[in-house]
């Protein structure tokens, strides 16, 4: 270890040093698996400075694999972007359950928290297509968090909505959970968190509109919560939308998604397909 890392606790270290929380490199010590000179040592052990670390880590745990093939937009060491259907869940409700995790799981090889299954940096609804970004290591997984915090991810949508927004406008509202209902949320509520997007008309057509969608925060539901209460719902969304019989699912697709690369910081940009089901509703409303 550098020597200028002297006086640093062991698990502290290790946690740095292989990019995983500090719950997970405490465990690896109080395994055996963390040695100084062939010595177990206790987690909170100070570091002298110059000691040689080995580390063993065991295999990762592997999952059950299931779910459709998924199309691979990106693919590198630390993390991969696949195309998600509308009706996948990102994770299964249970075991062996179908769900974005447990197809990618087949894509390669995986490290994340111990097990052989991709991380997750962000989620996607299980109604909403698109872009799906996953980390293939702990590290990849740190980095691309990161990322999201500090605003260095574009995520770009596409919303087929009721009515006639304006051509371009932007949202920047209170943003937490209904009162009346916990499982919704709403931009009707006293909170400190904001949620903020920017939208455009892509194109209008019989009783709705295409809209493109930039969202500068990720709060869950976000876009449909902010065009439902700014006039403007999502067609096909049950919970805050309103029925269409031109799509049976809520009309969402995350359209675009661009981040820097784990290992460089190199810009990564990737684009999704538009779906069957969405251009078809496209078509018959154009």
């Known amino acids: 270890m550098p020597r200028e890392r002297a006086g640093e606790r062991l698990d502290r270290f290790v946690a740095s040093a292989l990019a995983v929380p500090v719950e997970r490199a405490r465990a690896l010590v109080d395994a055996g698996r963390v040695r100084i000179r ?6 909170h052990r100070k570091l002298f400075g110059g000691e040689e670390l080995l580390v063993r880590r065991e295999a990762p745990r592997a999952g059950v694999a299931s779910g459709p093939a998924l199309l691979v937009l990106h693919d590198d060491a630390d993390c991969l972007v696949v195309v998600k259907p509308a009706g996948l869940a990102v994770e299964g409700s249970g075991p062996g359950a179908p ?14 928290g111990g097990r052989a299954l991709p991380g997750l940096p962000h989620r996607l609804d299980r109604e909403t297509s698109g872009c799906l970004l996953l980390a293939r ?6 980095a691309l968090r990161q990322a999201f915090e ?3 991810v574009e995520k770009e949508y596409l919303a087929l909505v009721a009515g006639a927004p ?5 949202l920047d509202t209170p943003y937490g959970r209904s009162p009346a209902d916990p499982r919704r949320f709403t931009t009707r509520v006293a909170s400190a968190r904001r949620a903020r997007l920017t939208f455009a008309v892509e194109r209008r057509l019989r009783g709705a509109t295409l809209l493109r969608v930039v969202l500068d925060t990720g709060r869950t539901h976000q876009i449909r919560v902010q065009l439902a209460e700014a006039g403007f719902p999502v067609l096909g969304d049950g919970v805050y939308g309103v029925a269409s019989e031109a799509i049976a699912r809520q009309a969402l697709h995350a359209a675009r998604l661009a981040f820097p690369r784990p290992a460089d910081g190199a810009r990564v940009e990737v684009r999704a397909p538009l779906p069957e089901d969405l251009a078809t509703a496209i078509g018959r409303m154009g």
Request: proline share 6%.
């Open 150 to 152: 500090q605003g260095q």
């Open 99 to 112: 769900s974005a995790v447990s197809a990618a799981s087949r894509l390669g090889a995986f490290d994340v």
């Open 38 to 43: 062939g010595k177990t040592c206790s987690p």
């Open 166 to 170: 304006p051509d371009a406008g932007a």
């Open 137 to 142: 290591s702990d590290r990849g997984l740190a």
